[in-house]
């Protein structure tokens, strides 16, 4: 039945089928084929019950807050600063790649979002200063991961909803194991530009009196971070509160720099409705999906084989990530969650994981599935700013920083006070 199920997935993925579709037209053939009751039939409370929640109003705030970040103009100057401070590395503005990617995903909370904006301003440095493509294409691409991992995350509060966690202490948690990667990509770009001179480009000097001058750059989404995490653990707002706040202090950072207009505010709610719509059906069918598969057994025949192989916590650990890495080469990242976290959650939180260091785990697995061919979304979304060239160069240059997450994960495992040591810290 399991085999059905992933067959049939894959079938109607490779059918071009939108995610959201797919999940909902394998949830019916499946309820056809082996239930014994039209659970199809409850799919409108399904959807209703499942999209009702206060927490998720904080996804079409957050998205707003980055459309509206993305609309104001500040990613050019944020980008401009990082690469007058950080130019002077090897790798050369590869490393504001990174570093703004890092800086924007701390307002935007979408990866997708975050390669887009970030790839748009940096694109024309490779022609500019003479950057091997690949490896600049694939710093962009992996930097954009950075946007589910650093708070806030959307992908964090469907994680949290899922496993009914706290999103303050996930949001906790992933800032230091987010500045980690963020900081090994970086060094994945020193290493192999000081093997490999030939891709770094010209490099740029820059004065002290530039960059402090460039420095104000950096501010908008530094007060606007500091509004958000700090209205959460401050006991002054809750996380959808919190992104609300975030929203009237980009508003206000987009009327000081005078890019506040009719125009921007209609283009950031399209953006928003867009972006939203996508997300909250793909929930849904997810949603559908699990309810079917609960209602055929699939789920406890799944957790019943799991026991009885009688892996240790170790041993299931592996599994899991080896799982998810095959799984995410095929996979949109949002369904992914969905489906599989419901299932497989429980069973990892029964051999003694902690809920919030495994959802630290989870969104660094997705972020690889984001960069994995051939359906890593950021491969396509660089590639799509980009505009030309093969799609090859993109899906080379991201394999060393799907290397550089397999060696966050190993620490992570290793050390999971990365994770956990904040959250105790400061909420207990």
């Known amino acids: 039945m399991l085999l059905t199920a992933l067959l049939l997935l894959l079938l109607l993925i490779m059918l071009s089928l939108p995610i959201a579709a797919a999940l909902g037209v394998l949830g019916v053939i499946l309820d056809r084929v ?69 800086l924007f995903a701390a307002t935007s909370g979408s990866s997708v979002a975050t390669a887009a904006t970030i790839g748009t301003v940096a694109l024309p440095q490779i022609e500019r200063h003479g950057y091997g493509p690949r490896l600049f294409l694939g710093t962009l691409a992996a930097g954009g991961t950075l946007g589910i991992l650093i708070p806030p995350s ?48 010209t490099q740029i000097r820059y004065s002290w ?30 996380p959808t509160e919190a992104a609300a706040l975030g929203v009237v202090g980009a508003l206000l950072i987009a009327a000081s720099r005078r890019r506040l207009s009719m125009r921007m505010l209609t283009e950031a709610v399209e953006g928003t409705v867009v972006t939203t719509a996508m997300i909250m059906l793909i929930i849904i069918a997810a949603y559908f999906l699990n309810t079917i598969l609960s209602g ?16 240790t916590a170790t041993e299931m650990l592996l599994a899991v990530v080896v799982f998810y890495i095959i799984l995410g080469c095929f996979m949109e990242t949002l369904s992914m969650m969905i489906t599989t976290i419901p299932i497989i959650a429980p069973l990892m939180f029964s051999l003694g994981f902690d809920p919030i260091w495994y959802g630290v785990l989870m969104m660094i697995l997705i972020e690889t599935a984001l960069i994995t061919p051939p359906i890593g979304l950021n491969l396509y979304v660089v590639q799509g700013v980009r505009g030309k060239g093969p799609m090859q160069d993109v899906m080379m240059g991201a394999l060393p920083f799907v290397a550089t997450m397999a060696i966050m994960i190993a620490l992570l495992a290793m050390f999971p006070e990365l994770a956990t040591w904040l959250p105790n810290l400061l909420i207990d």
Request: glycine letters at 12%.
């Open 34 to 102: 082996y239930g014994f009751l039209p659970l199809y039939q409850v799919a409108g409370e399904i959807a209703w019950t499942n999209s009702s929640g206060f927490l998720l109003m904080a996804i079409p705030l957050f998205v707003l807050l980055g459309e509206i970040m993305l609309r104001s103009g500040i990613a050019d100057s944020m980008y401009d600063a990082l690469a007058k401070w950080l130019g002077w590395l090897p790798g050369g503005v590869m490393h504001a790649n990174v570093g703004a990617c890092a």
């Open 154 to 201: 959307v992908n964090m509060i469907i994680y949290g909803i899922l496993t009914n966690s706290s999103v303050p202490q996930l949001y906790l948690a992933g800032i230091i194991p987010g500045l980690i990667l963020a900081v090994l990509f970086m060094v994945a770009i020193i290493m192999i530009s000081l093997l490999r001179p030939e891709v770094t480009g």
């Open 209 to 238: 009196a530039e960059r402090l001058s460039g420095t104000l750059g950096v501010v908008p989404p530094i007060l606007i971070f500091i509004l958000v995490i700090g209205s959460i653990y401050g006991g002054i707002a809750t």
């Open 296 to 311: 055929i057994g699939l789920t406890a025949k799944l957790n019943a084989f799991v026991t009885e192989l009688g892996l």
